[in-house]
């Protein structure tokens, strides 16, 4: 029964965010399109750990983690930010470049979400389900790393939303990936440091959760910015 339990609690958060930002979009996305972009976000996860392995191994040795503050933020930005929001840019285009429904400025939002989703479910499934503390694991989780890729999803929507829609630019097209790619690269930085300092990884916890808070507060602004826009 346990096993189930823990499969609830990993999927549970994602389910919420999505039910979310399904009830924000004013004019609501087909369920059959918003499933196919949770199945691409599904899809990227075998393959992006693939490539975060490699890169890992190429920078810290294959059985080796980083030893120093810089190395853990060149781990958060170049093994885990960099491969994961490219290849959710990657699907989010596949999904919308021939997407008849993309048709208003919060369905880049919408779709992005559940790309994002898709990847953070999975990637809470291999954290909690089997792990002795997976409650205290699941916890932590569903209130700062879902929550997380659910803030980076909402910031390349927008931009791909405003780079189609309002304003198509340059600047503007590389806001879609590189502002999630800073933001998820700060989260991670913030988290990982624990791991070779424990004074400074408390000192960047109580960060890492203001940064936490001010993202949510800039992602819901994003939404209802553009949820008023038609």
């Known amino acids: 029964m346990n096993i189930v339990y823990m499969y609830a609690a990993a999927l549970l958060p994602a389910i919420i965010l999505l039910v979310y930002i399904y009830r924000k979009d004013p ?3 087909p369920l059959s399109a918003m499933l196919k972009a949770v199945l691409w976000g599904i899809a990227i996860c075998i393959p992006v750990a693939s490539v975060e392995f ?5 920078l810290f040795g294959p059985n080796m983690e980083p030893t120093t503050l810089f190395g853990t933020t060149a781990k958060a930005f170049l093994v885990a930010a960099m491969p994961e929001e490219a290849a959710k840019l990657l699907v989010l285009w596949i999904v919308l ?3 008849p429904y993309f048709d208003e400025h919060f369905d880049g939002i919408v779709y992005a979400v559940c790309v994002g989703l898709g990847f953070a479910a999975v990637e809470n499934i291999f954290y909690v389900v089997g792990q002795p503390d997976w409650q205290s694991i699941a916890i932590s989780r569903a209130l700062l790393a879902v929550p997380g890729h ?3 999803a909402i910031m390349m929507g927008y931009y791909y939303s405003v780079n189609h829609f309002i304003e198509p630019s340059v600047r503007n097209a590389l806001k879609i990936f590189f502002v999630p790619f800073m933001a998820h690269g700060i989260y991670d930085a913030l988290a ?6 424990p004074l400074v990884g408390g000192i ?3 960060g890492l959760i203001y940064f936490c808070v001010k993202m949510q507060k800039h992602a819901q602004s994003r939404v209802l910015e553009l949820s008023i826009r038609h």
């Open 204 to 206: 960047s916890f109580l």
């Open 27 to 29: 004019n609501k996305e």
């Open 97 to 99: 470049r021939k997407n």
């Open 150 to 152: 659910y803030a980076f």
């Open 54 to 58: 490699m890169i890992n191994s190429y």
């Open 192 to 197: 990982m440091s624990g791991s070779v300092n």
